[in-house]
């Protein structure tokens, strides 16, 4: 994996002649030294649209300076960025390409400008002589892609641009405080706040490259995947026609709306979160996969607005995706349950190496989860589903229902998932203990998740008593979820139960753990008519009917 750089800084801009001041004495700052001037020569990549730009993404090729290579940047929040970092080659090391594989799809990466900057840098120290922040002025002059290859020109018919960058990066423990400081400071020197946050922002906006003519936005998601293209709002605005749509206005929001604004919030996470997953970031699979679960929930849930016939196979392709995600993520979850519940037993019932013992299994099966996640994010499978994904933001197969108000279609959709969950409830507190029990509570907890998250899509139309009922439908699905997950970890301490006798080491302690899960789920089964009858009552239902 290429290596990680978080990055913190604030961007300015000044006039040619507009001077710096002497930052020395600005917060914890004594000294400011020289760290002498650089030339630096660096090419900028992206797909012929523009798709890297539009999510605030930079990939180049950089010569000279300290850090000399392949640079990625990715945004983590406003002035923050993960700069990872490839030795020089000549074309995109795999190892960041694949970093944006669900940005790019299949297009082609090529050379969309190229920056030569002349930088000259100052360390600002504390009284230790301790490095608190770098101030770095960059003389810029950049070429549109026509001339990106030979730079010595100013490229094919189109002039360069040329501006005076100041940026101020911590280093060490700074701390945004510093940054602040220094930026009043600077402002009062007559130096501007950047008007594009990223060289590459400006470069595309002065040589008239940006799609719109403006620089992309530095940090956030592609708009396109939050507000939907102009064919995906055309459509939803122009479906119901005859039944008030041209009133919409007047209205609110149309169910049309409401769901696609909810699916595009999904399909942004899954798409954002995807280099996370690959670096192995924490918490990552575990929010896309639940993400792909809300997507595939919204299509099951609002049929009356998606057509099933068309969201249908792509549900099929998201349960697979989540499947995937989940091995690595229910070994997290299980490795985790198990290490608490060793750490509560005192010492003298915790026979044998029990500890390394769990630590080897976990890691044997984290081991393959990992490798199979990697070559399904690599595969052709999944980049079907990204591009299928992408077309359905574009072309949403909305029906007649998506023109109407969006709170009588968003109560009746919850509504409809909440009797499902009923019957299911129970059926399952009816069932047989058991094998016949656990299976009937599992179902539960699935109805019970997509009862959950059919009211949350429901929140911008039906405002609080959704999200209440969202909340008490959660309680549910946790109750349920806890007991799920005491079946799946009794599994589990069989196996390491077994293992540890064919080693010698006997299973025990695996088999206390395994009684006080089972007494666990019997205490979940007794409590669900409780939390289930104050989660039913009707006032909660009734609440919801707009």
Known sequence: MADTVREIERKYEADDDTRLPNLAGIDRVTAVAEAGTEDLDAVYYDTADQRLAAAGITLRRRTGGRDAGWHLKLPVAPGVRDELRAPLSETPPPELTALVRSRVLDGELVAVVRLRTRRTVRVLKDAAGTPLAEVAEDAVHAWPAAGAVDAGTA???????????????????????????????????????????????????????????????????????????????????????????????????????????YAREQVRVIIELDPAVRRDLPDAVHRMRVATRR?????????????????????????????????????????????????????TLRLGPVDARLRIWSERHRAGARDRLLDVLDGPRYLALLKTLHAFLEEPPLRKAAGRPAPEVAAGAVLKDYRRLARRTEAALAASAGRERDEALHGARKAAKRTRYAAEAARPALGRPAKKFAKRTKRVQQLLGDHQDSVVARGALRELATQAQRAGEGGFTFGLLYGREEALAVDRERALPDVWRKASRHKHRAALRP
């Open 155 to 261: 490229g094919a018919g189109r002039p360069g641009a040329r501006w005076r960058e100041i940026e101020v990066e911590l280093v060490g423990d700074g701390g945004a405080g510093l940054l602040d400081e220094v930026g009043r400071a600077l402002t009062a020197a007559g130096v501007r706040p950047a008007s594009a946050a990223s060289k590459l922002a400006r470069a595309l906006a002065e040589t008239g490259q940006s799609r719109d003519g403006a620089a992309p936005h530095a940090a956030g998601p592609d708009e396109r995947l939050v507000h939907g293209s102009g064919k995906a709002a055309v459509k939803a605005k122009g479906k119901g026609k005859g039944k008030g749509a041209g009133k919409r206005g007047k209205r609110g929001p149309t169910a049309g709306d409401v769901v696609l604004r």
């Open 295 to 347: 997507l595939r929930s919204a299509f099951r849930s609002y049929t009356k607005v998606l057509d099933r016939a068309a969201t249908q196979p792509i549900g099929v392709e998201l349960k697979w995706l989540a499947a995937e995600l989940g091995v690595e993520r229910d070994r997290e979850v299980l490795t985790e349950r198990l290490r608490e519940g060793l750490a509560e037993l005192p010492g």
